[in-house]
């Protein structure tokens, strides 16, 4: 069984920055794609950014462009979601979930998933709090 950890969370004025880290226990996660979807007080759960930890690739939502970088480092089996510039409406709660490659057609697609990928395999959630 996959277990995911989340961890980075805070609270951050408008214009800082914070990193979060999402650690894949039980396997290794080259055979995963892994996203940060964030749900906001009264709102869905939504995909923010994507990877594919096999070949790198990355999927960001346009409210997030150019502010979010995703990355995953291999050794420390962990993806991280470096936030810059955040905003009052970044605040919510992220969470990471994973699919395996073999079960999407692209990180994107997983992405954009509604509520974000089908197999309830998620992290406990980190809270983000964006405010002067």
């Known amino acids: 069984q996959v277990q995911l950890v989340e961890s980075g969370g805070g609270l951050v004025q408008p214009g800082g920055s914070l990193r979060l880290a999402c650690e894949v226990i039980?396997?290794?996660?080259?055979?995963?794609?892994i996203g940060w979807f964030r749900q906001a007080p009264g709102k869905e759960r939504e995909g923010i950014s994507c990877?594919?930890?096999?070949?790198?690739?990355?999927y960001y939502a346009d409210s997030v462009k150019g502010r979010f970088t995703i990355s995953g480092d291999g050794a420390k089996n962990t993806v991280y979601l470096q936030m810059d510039s955040l905003k009052p409406e970044d605040t919510g709660t992220y969470y990471c979930?994973?699919?395996?490659?073999?079960?999407?057609?692209?990180?994107?697609?997983?992405?954009?998933?509604?509520?974000?990928?089908?197999?309830?395999?998620w992290g406990q959630g980190t809270q983000v709090t964006v405010s002067s």
């Open positions: 039980g396997f290794k996660m080259d055979i995963y794609a």
């Open positions: 990877i594919n930890n096999s070949d790198g690739s990355a």
């Open positions: 979930g994973m699919d395996y490659l073999f079960l999407i057609s692209s990180v994107k697609d997983m992405c954009l998933m509604p509520g974000g990928p089908p197999n309830g395999n």
